[in-house]
């Protein structure tokens, strides 16, 4: 049994061509991975917008974060000749030059608000950008959850030292208090989880490294949700499936009278991201009570298929009315799109 999946007939949602670059000497690559919320009556949407200057004929150029220059970005240029460049064939996210890894692109988080969550309008400048020597090459695929009357804002750091998990935490949407980063690199994907669990708050994250181990999907726990310990390995790859390569959390998981349903996703050894579920125990959340055999989401469309990086549907963001669940994702890493699902639909599958 597959769940029925409904994708927008307003597919995409939001383009590169919709959103306003940050500075006039750079170009909107990619718009997607996005967060998403309920806030006075509309549904936001926390967009990666991934940047990077006008290409040149022989040249390799990145912006890069510089609290010295009068805007804020410098802008890095290589030749495309340089023997100390190298590039890779497949993956066009990254590059390293003299032995240091630079992105292609700098991303900042910008909201988007929708009276009916599927048109959606950007605002016309970045909501929040990286700070610090944690976040000098961006910030990246927020989730959103909101915690106690505060909306709580777990996102990628990316820097020189690696990639990490910050927090930003908001009641209004106008004003932000950072409290850094709450789990070093390497680390991401983290997803917390809407509420207390024997008297501890509790998160997913996505721990990865070098050698021994893989990209799986952990729990985690803290008294005050700033310091987290009790770390959990709780779903690794499965080899021959299609997330055989890497996995790694979505949003913050929902409680049903099943457990608690994650949305995840895994890639291949083909590099194709696709989407699946894990149940979880409502009292222990490191035991997994059932995970997708097959994925409940694939990148079928042209648009998922072809982009910045192809095959790929990810996400990092869903809202909730009752049984619907609108999932709001980024395809081929390019572009934001949405579908809906049913939960009962995906707790049927898992628990066929």
Excluded at 209 to 225: E, K, N
Excluded at 231 to 246: K, L, M, N, V, Y
Aim: with cysteine; hydrophobic share 35%.
């Amino acid at each position: 049994m597959k769940a029925a999946i409904r994708r927008f007939p307003e597919n995409p949602l939001l383009t590169p061509s919709d959103i306003t670059p940050s500075h006039p000497g750079l170009s909107v690559e990619c718009v997607f991975n996005p967060g998403a919320f309920r806030y006075q009556g509309r549904i936001g949407l926390l967009l990666r917008v991934a940047e990077r200057p006008l290409q040149e004929a022989g040249w390799i150029s990145t912006p890069l974060l510089d609290p010295r220059s009068p805007d804020g970005v410098t802008i890095l240029r290589i030749r495309e000749d340089d023997p100390e460049l190298k590039i890779s064939g497949r993956d066009a996210r990254g590059f390293e030059h003299k032995g240091r890894g630079y992105l292609t692109t700098l991303s900042h988080l910008r909201l988007a608000w929708s009276d009916d969550g599927r048109n959606f309008k950007a605002d016309p400048a970045p909501t929040l950008i990286g700070s610090g020597t944690h976040e000098d090459f961006g910030i990246e695929d927020c989730r959103v959850e909101l915690i106690e009357g505060r909306h709580h804002l777990t996102y990628t750091a990316v820097s020189t030292f690696g990639v990490g998990c910050g927090l930003i935490t908001t009641a209004d949407w106008k004003t932000f208090e950072r409290h850094g980063l709450i789990l070093p690199p390497h680390n991401k994907d983290v997803g917390l989880f809407p509420e207390k669990i024997a008297g501890a708050r509790w998160m997913l994250h996505r721990p990865s490294g070098l050698g021994l181990g893989g990209h799986y999907i952990w729990t985690a726990r803290s008294p005050d949700g700033l310091h987290w310990g009790a770390h959990t390995c709780i779903a690794t790859t499965r080899p021959g499936h299609w997330d055989s390569e890497r996995i790694g959390a979505g949003a913050a998981p929902i409680r049903t009278k099943c457990g608690w349903l994650s949305i995840y996703h895994g890639a291949d050894q083909a590099g194709r991201y696709s989407l699946g579920a894990l149940l979880l125990d409502l009292e222990n959340p490191c035991r997994v009570l059932a995970r997708s055999d097959e994925p409940l989401m694939t990148a079928d469309e042209s648009y998922e298929r072809n982009g910045f990086y192809g095959n790929t549907v990810f996400t990092n963001g869903h809202v909730t009315e009752g049984d619907r669940l609108l999932l709001y994702y980024g395809a081929a890493d390019s572009i934001v799109c949405g579908a809906e699902f049913s939960i009962e639909d995906i707790l049927a599958t898992l628990n066929a």
